[in-house]
Structure formats: structure tokens, C-alpha cells
Nanobody, 123 residues
Framework: VQLQASGGGLVQAGGSLRLSCAASARTFSRYAMGWFRQAPGKEREFVAAISWSGGSTNYADSVKGRFTVSRDNAKNTVFLQMNSLKPEDTAVYYC?????????????????WGQGTQVTVSS
């Protein structure tokens, strides 16, 4: 599975961005998808996850209520809508895929990773 993340950029605090992650797999609908981020000098951390059907979603406490993960299986794409952005959201954002939704917050459980897209939030 090849993943291509896009949609990052520079935005002011309080603004919004929508990230996309396009997958190459014809079996995309069988994969749970996750979003992670990594700020300079920090470990990669969980942001959000969505089950293969889209029926289950989970978020890190730091983004709950501000970010929304969704997917369009017909277009092999998963999205991360980010609202009310804060400077501490600045990071490289990665999408990832795995077959099983359990332990969605553990980056070690994901089998495939995209290349990352930079999000910078200015104060």
C-alpha cells in the first residue's frame, strides 16, 4: 500500500487546514487508517484513527473537538479536517494504514506510512 499525504501548509492560529491521504491499494476499504504527527525534537504521536468502514473514530485528547477524521472509500482517500489550529499543532503529519483497528494509537502497529506533510501554525 502506498500512501500520499497532502494539504499541509502555513496557517495562522485559529485557522483551518484539511489534510488528505490518498492510497494506492484497491483494497483500501479493508484498512484502518491513522494520522500521526511529529514535531521537531519530539516522538511521533497519535492524532486520530478511523476504522475501515468509518464507523469508529478516535482522537488524541489534545485534538478532540477540533480535528475530524473521515474517509471516502470510493476515492481511496482519508481526510483530517483541522480547525481552531494552535501553534502547538505545528508538526509533520503522517498517515498510516493497517488491517486491524485495535490498538489504533500505537504507531508500531501500523504497516504502511505516507511521506508526511508539514503543518505550521503561526501565533
Amino acid at each position: 500500500v502506498q500512501l500520499q499525504a497532502s494539504g499541509g501548509g502555513l496557517v495562522q492560529a485559529g485557522g483551518s487546514l484539511r489534510l488528505s491521504c490518498a492510497a494506492s491499494a484497491r483494497t483500501f476499504s479493508r484498512y484502518a487508517m491513522g494520522w500521526f504527527r511529529q514535531a521537531p525534537g519530539k516522538e511521533r504521536e497519535f492524532v486520530a484513527a478511523i476504522s475501515w468502514s468509518g464507523g469508529s473514530t478516535n482522537y488524541a485528547d489534545s485534538v478532540k473537538g477540533r480535528f475530524t477524521v473521515s474517509r471516502d472509500n470510493a476515492k481511496n482517500t482519508v481526510f483530517l479536517q483541522m480547525n481552531s489550529l494552535k501553534p502547538e499543532d505545528t508538526a509533520v503529519y503522517y498517515c498510516a494504514a493497517r488491517r486491524v483497528y485495535s490498538e489504533y494509537g500505537s504507531r508500531d502497529k501500523y504497516d504502511y506510512w505516507g511521506q508526511g506533510t508539514q503543518v505550521t501554525v503561526s501565533s
